[in-house]
């Protein structure tokens, strides 16, 4: 039984949020955001995956920081002459599974020797690696494997994301030695009934609080 996953992902923009809103519904998960930076862009994933599954505000909790910078975590937070650690986050109390966002992908930068991994870890969630479908994606999911891997990092699975591509998952599964959970679809329009859609191709796993 899972506690909840740590969504991450081989880059930024690859889909995470979308995911993890589609893991929510799935999962009747509740979601948390540890580090969000791009606000003055107006980055908001809190809002956008409680508006695309639906959350209640018991199943939503407020980011742990949030940084104007479009930037990994540490940038973000220097230019703003502060720095976060991992150890003054405080992971929210919820009797739901816990869905938790990363921020870009495994090794961005929180401090100067501080990393997403090290998140991770601290939380003891396995990991949603969110890849694109497309060309470029064996190479950029292989390398996160081998980095959760190295890192003795527990992993749950792949969601890929984009035009299906059945060459791909079969070479991110085989050379992987990874379950490619689900593959979603480029949608024409991000929206809460899209999404749910979505949700549905997740396979049901054993996620509890
Ligand atoms: N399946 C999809 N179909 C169409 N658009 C998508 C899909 N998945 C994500 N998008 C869009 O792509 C953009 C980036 O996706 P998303 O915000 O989920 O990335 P991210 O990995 O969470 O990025 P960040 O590192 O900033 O958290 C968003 O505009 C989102 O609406
Ligand atoms: C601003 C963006 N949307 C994310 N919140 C942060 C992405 C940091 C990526 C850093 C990097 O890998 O180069
Ligand atoms: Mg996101």
């Excluded at 991450?8 to 009747?28: E, M, P, Q, R």
């Excluded at 862009?41 to 018991?58: I, K, N, Q, W």
């Excluded at 909790?61 to 976060?84: I, K, M, N, Q």
């Excluded at 929210?92 to 930068?109: D, F, H, K, R």
């Amino acid at each position: 039984m899972l506690r909840g996953v740590f969504v991450t992902g081989t880059d930024t923009g690859v889909g995470k949020t979308v995911v993890s809103a589609a893991l929510c519904l799935a999962w009747g998960a509740a979601y948390w955001k540890p580090l969000q930076t791009g606000a003055v862009d107006g980055d908001d994933d809190t809002a956008a995956v409680t508006h695309l599954a639906a959350l209640s505000p018991e199943q939503v909790f407020a980011p742990g920081r949030v940084y104007g910078e479009p930037a990994a975590p540490e940038r973000a937070a220097t230019l703003e002459g502060t720095e976060v650690r991992i150890s003054s986050l405080t992971p929210p109390q919820t009797s739901a599974p816990l869905v938790v966002e990363g921020a870009g992908g495994l090794l961005v930068p929180i401090n100067a020797d501080e990393t997403m991994a090290d998140l991770m870890a601290a939380l003891g969630l396995p990991a949603v690696v969110v890849a694109r479908s497309t060309l470029g994606t064996i190479n950029h999911t292989l390398l996160t494997l081998e980095a959760l891997r190295s890192r003795g990092l527990p992993l749950l699975g792949v969601v890929m994301s984009g035009p299906p591509s059945a060459p791909n998952r079969e070479a991110i599964e085989r050379h992987g030695g990874v379950r490619v959970l689900a593959e979603f679809p480029r949608l024409d329009e991000v929206t809460p009934a899209e999404v749910a859609r979505l949700a549905g191709l997740l396979p049901d796993l054993k996620v509890t609080a």
